[in-house]
């Protein structure tokens, strides 16, 4: 980087807020930087310091945090940020039935009776996990594709785990507006997460009110991909 693009970054890693970023720079520098040229930041340069919050992530890889007034040309995914786990949403829903649902899967004939996987073990009548930790909705995919899954998914995406849905769940009212505003389809339905409860059913949330319950696999939900953020 050049020195002086340098100098920002060093601002924006002390300083995640865009505005308060150009405010230190102001004082620090006596002038602010040109906004256009400050306003994106590549994600692999803010890594390690991201603060938590939305952003919209472009096309080009590059991000920025939501604040209202983002350009919306080029957005891929609406990114959140929280804690120690992040998630990057994608704009629509997968398409399905007229209305808009999916099976999880076609049946439930190749799942196991019982595995680790799943949250319920039915053996001892207690749970395995709390779904809202379970954070490997990767993982979790390949396993219901190993079953029969027939959901369609592009490239590094995945149906989110119950802890992934969780902390969309926890900032939805800005990720619906940061979706809005760049045309994608707010988060309202019944949706899909990957986490099995058993090898019957799967969980499940309705975005209206946060409630999350158990459905069986082979009823239909809203499917809403995500991807890795950061």
Request: proline letters at 5%; hydrophobic letters at 30%; aromatic letters at 12%.
């Amino acid at each position: 980087m050049t020195p002086s693009e340098t100098k920002r970054m060093e601002l924006f890693r002390e300083f995640p807020n865009l505005q308060q970023a150009m405010e230190a720079h102001e004082f620090v520098f006596g002038g602010k930087p040109d906004y256009t040229e400050y306003r994106r930041v590549a994600l692999a340069d803010i890594r390690p310091d991201i603060a938590d919050g939305i952003y919209y992530i472009y096309e080009d890889g590059s991000i920025e945090q939501y604040n209202g007034q983002n350009p919306s040309a080029e957005v891929k995914y609406i990114g959140v940020k929280c804690g120690n786990h992040s998630v990057a949403v994608t704009l629509h829903d997968i398409p399905g039935d007229e209305d808009g649902e999916l099976p999880l899967l076609p049946d439930t004939d190749k799942c196991p009776k019982d595995s680790p996987h799943y949250s319920w073990d039915r053996n001892t009548d207690t749970y395995r996990f709390n779904a809202h930790e379970d954070f490997d909705g990767k993982g979790n995919t390949e396993r219901l594709k190993s079953y029969g899954c027939q959901i369609p998914l592009n490239d590094g995406e995945w149906i989110p785990s119950a802890g992934e849905l969780t902390i969309i769940c926890m900032n939805l009212t800005k990720v619906n507006e940061a979706l809005e505003k760049v045309g994608g389809d707010k988060l309202l339905k019944w949706t899909w997460a990957s986490t099995e409860y058993s090898s019957g059913g799967a969980w499940t949330v309705y975005f209206g009110s946060g409630y999350f319950n158990n459905y069986d696999k082979y009823s239909s939900n809203v499917v809403r991909a995500v991807a890795a953020f950061i």
